[in-house]
């Protein structure tokens, strides 16, 4: 899709957008219902790049530059005591470099892995969050997407059923979580190694409970998966396929300065191939290896990942994610990493007198089990990567972005560099050089 065709698809919300604007101060005092909007353009080019050879799911070796969208509507309404009903319509449409294919730590978080680059709408959430009061004390919370204003009780219970992001409510990071407004780069926006239970969109059905104190939280979810590796339409045999995680989240101050811990652990069910089994089945009958001959009901995915957000001092932020899982049957939803460590920068614009810009970087490592990389050196294939065969080497990006923020508009602009070394862990390829500019708009 062309830069041309996502602006005309942009221009056809102005209406909508200067209304709320006008409009932006009885929204947000309205203490019942609120509405936000967001789209996010970015563009991303990488020149021509060394390849030793190329296969079905190799990153394309010669210059590209692909152009991706997303536009959402917020709507948020209080139903009873406690109880609020979410609404968000998105439109999303265009594709990342080889049609989403070729790098583990893909470098455009925008993207998702759905065969028509076509712009779409569809509903992205549509859930029903009950708040269960666990003390008399309340604190204020402000207007914000997918948050209505008011008072919630510092202690509390709270229930969210419907379809969301598993992400809206799991291992968030002042810093890394977000690629309209932070990284770029999609193993940026969580823990690499966390196979995340969604659709090809990022979304997925289920039920989240989280006990949240002033100073900790407990959050448990479970979930919807998909019928098929890469999948749009979601498994209801929830007996014997489906996915749960767990995350505590710690706050603390250390040296006067603020952080937050956060423990997950997740488990997944699904009709996963086996690497080894694939392997076995491949050598018997002298055929290169496909993991779909071996997919069954039942087979499981287990890991865990520690995740830390640090105020370093008033003007700048750390962050420090890793996780692991135990790579034994194929990734299923997310991104083919099993391993993974992750950390970075973010320094406040009032270090040079731009109150609301921010300057990031970011340094990733992905890795493979034994299994995962055995199967992909026979010539086996995932959803994401798989060159043909492979000269194993950790996957590493370096990641650096600088938001400028427009001033007195809505308006953010954040060119983007990201070095990739050994893109799809292979030693024989690359490295790769992207280039990107970034337009958001947040109302």
């Known amino acids: 899709m062309t830069l041309k065709k996502s602006t005309l698809l942009i221009v056809s919300f102005f209406p909508l957008l200067a209304w709320a604007q006008i409009n932006q101060d009885s929204i947000s005092n309205n203490r019942w219902w609120n509405f936000h909007y967001q789209s996010t353009i970015i563009t991303q080019t990488h020149p021509a790049f060394h390849a030793d050879y190329t296969g079905n799911n190799s990153l394309k070796s010669g210059d590209e530059s692909n152009t991706s969208i997303s536009s959402t509507l917020f709507f948020g309404a209080k139903m009873w005591k406690g109880a609020a009903v979410y609404f968000d319509p998105e439109l999303s449409g265009g594709s990342g470099f080889s049609k989403t294919t070729g790098i583990a730590g893909f470098p455009n978080g925008e993207v998702y892995r759905v065969s028509n680059a076509a712009p779409q709408i569809y509903i992205a959430r549509l859930y029903l969050r009950q708040i269960i009061p666990l003390s008399t004390e309340t604190t204020n919370i402000d207007d914000a997407i997918n948050q209505l204003p008011g008072k919630i009780p510092t202690s509390y219970l709270a229930l969210t059923a419907g379809k969301y992001s598993l992400m809206d409510f799991f291992d968030n990071n002042r810093f890394s979580h977000d690629p309209r407004t932070q990284f770029y780069n999609w193993a940026l926006m969580g823990n690499g190694a966390w196979d995340y239970p ?144 992750s950390t970075g920068l973010q320094l406040d614009g009032n270090l040079w007198n731009r109150k609301e ?87």
């Open 198 to 341: 969604a659709n090809t969109r990022g979304y997925t059905y289920g039920l989240t409970v989280e006990l949240v104190k002033p100073q900790w939280a407990l959050r448990y979810a479970a979930v919807l998966i998909p019928i098929k590796a890469n999948g749009a339409m979601m498994d209801k045999k929830i007996t014997r396929s489906n996915s749960q995680a767990i995350e505590f989240e710690h706050k603390y101050n250390l040296f006067g300065e603020k952080g937050t811990v956060h423990l997950i652990t997740f488990f997944t069910q699904a009709r996963m191939g086996s690497y080894t089994q694939s392997l076995d089945f491949a050598t018997l009958h002298n055929i290169a290896p496909n993991i779909d001959t071996t997919t069954a009901l039942g087979h499981t995915k287990f890991g865990f990942g520690i995740n830390i957000e640090h105020s370093i001092n008033s003007n700048v932020g750390f962050f420090l994610r890793s996780s692991w899982n135990d790579g034994r049957n194929e990734t299923w939803v997310f991104t083919e990493i099993d391993r993974a460590v």
């Open 357 to 443: 810009d921010h300057l990031s970087f970011a340094f990733l490592m992905n890795g493979l089990s034994k299994e995962h990389r055995n199967y992909l050196s026979a010539g086996g294939y995932g959803f994401i990567i798989g060159d043909g065969k492979l000269n194993y080497a950790t996957e590493c990006v370096a990641e650096v972005y600088y938001a400028f923020k427009l001033k007195n508009t809505a308006f953010t602009l954040s060119p983007d560099y990201q070095f990739i070394l050994h893109p799809a862990y292979n030693k024989d390829r690359g490295p790769v050089n992207a280039f990107g500019i970034r337009a958001h708009i947040e109302l």
